[in-house]
């Protein structure tokens, strides 16, 4: 027994020397590019949404337009690799970054870094089934898994927790760029005004997400309360949602700006973030 926690302890050392290598933490900031190009292109597609076009203002949208833009196959590949890298880095930061704390604050920062490590971790399954030629729709697989849910009550309040959980994670995100608290995981700024100019960049853009993830939560909750799938919208759905409100077009616009702003802010941040 005792030889086995050596050996255990000899293969948790080593996983920790190699998510905390050079190398690998360089790998891990190209999945805050990968995140950035993403939250683009997602906006750039709610933009022509909101100009009366076309499109899926959703991952799988947003990745099937990298998909086929000149050199697109080879970018799959960068963004795949580069979210799989910082998922296992944010994974490796549950395990062992923790290790200096305890009690609720060792806790706390082991949901945070395993939330995030799951969030990039569907971001790389996306990046990489394009890449190895096949393709999604999150629309279709939001409804598919809540008709499911549905059948049974359980199914039903799992919904409209997860909508809940939603709608408090937006509204976390709004209050993080309202008061402009995610510079704390930045080791530094650009200097002079593009410093501020990435600040301004941060608050517009977690604002934006907070807003459009708090409506994809408000549908789930709909779609369980109705027992109605079709309302069970992913971010496309909700992000067209938006149009059938009051100055719907504008608000739209906006939240669409606002993402392209947090793509924008997430390139910055693969070069500053604190790792």
């Given amino acids: ?9 000899r293969a948790a050392a080593a996983a920790d020397d190699v998510t905390n290598s050079k190398g690998f933490e360089a790998a891990a900031r190209v999945g805050y590019l990968a995140s950035g190009l993403l939250h683009v292109m997602i906006g750039v597609i709610a933009l022509r949404v909101a100009a009366g076009g076309s499109g899926s203002a959703d991952q799988s949208g947003a990745v099937s337009a990298v998909a086929g833009s000149p050199g697109g196959a080879v970018l799959l590949w960068i963004c795949f690799l580069g979210s799989a890298a910082l998922a296992v880095f944010l994974l490796g930061e549950v395990f062992f970054g923790a290790r200096q704390r305890s009690g609720k604050e060792k806790l706390k920062h082991q949901l945070k870094d395993g939330g995030k490590a799951a969030a990039y971790g569907a971001i790389a399954v996306v990046f990489g089934t394009y890449a190895m030629g096949g393709s999604s729709n999150s629309e279709a697989s939001a409804q598919s898994i809540s008709a499911r849910l549905m059948t049974h009550p359980a199914g039903t309040a799992l919904i409209v927790a997860v909508g809940v959980g939603l709608v408090v994670g937006g509204g976390f995100l709004v209050h993080r760029g309202a008061t ?3 510079r704390d995981n930045l080791k530094s700024l650009p200097p002079g005004g593009a410093g501020s100019a990435v600040m301004g960049l941060g608050t517009a853009g977690y604002i934006a997400k907070g807003i459009a993830l708090g409506v994809v939560g408000v549908l789930l909750v709909v779609a369980a309360v109705q027992h109605d799938p079709q309302e069970a919208s992913g971010l ?8 059938q409100q009051p100055f719907g077009v504008w608000i ?12 924008a802010f997430m390139v910055v941040r693969s070069k500053y973030e604190r790792m």
């Fill in 1 to 9: 027994m005792g030889e086995l926690g050596r050996q255990a302890g």
């Fill in 180 to 182: 402009r608290s995610f």
């Fill in 236 to 243: 496309d759905g909700a992000l067209k949602s938006l149009l």
């Fill in 252 to 263: 739209l616009g906006l939240v669409a700006l606002g993402l392209i702003c947090y793509g």
